[in-house]
């Protein structure tokens, strides 16, 4: 299984970015999948999720209203829209995959069974 993030970069407070997240190796459709982030010197903390179908989302509320989670099965991809971000969006950015939803509501108290290596956002005042 393979689960590669992309499109992290330097943007400006107040732009917007798109992340990607290609999954391989696994049937995509049946996973639920999820964006988290970790700033230096904190915790990895949840950011956005979103269900197998799509029909269910949740958002943090600092990113609430800011970014948007979506998924396109047929291309196994998930993405995160982020608009208007702000300096403290600045982390590295990890998507997961887990077939369990709860799992994945949860965190960080459980495991989730794929994650991706990383991209890096960075937001300049």
């Known amino acids: 299984v393979q689960v590669v993030e992309s499109g992290g970069g330097l943007v400006q407070a107040g732009g917007s970015l798109r992340l990607s997240c290609t999954a391989s190796g696994l049937t995509f459709s049946a996973y639920h999948m999820g964006w988290f982030r970790q700033a230096p010197g904190k915790e990895r903390e949840g950011v956005s999720y979103?269900?197998?179908?799509?029909?269910?989302?949740y958002y943090a509320d600092s990113v609430k209203g800011r970014f948007t989670i979506s998924r396109d099965n047929a291309k196994n991809t998930l993405y995160l829209q982020m608009n208007s971000v702000k300096p403290e969006d600045t982390a590295m950015y990890y998507c997961a995959a887990d077939r369990i939803w709860d799992r994945i509501r949860k965190y960080p108290t459980t495991r989730l069974e794929y994650w991706g290596q990383g991209t890096q956002v960075t937001v300049s005042a």
């Open positions: 979103i269900s197998w179908s799509g029909g269910t989302t």
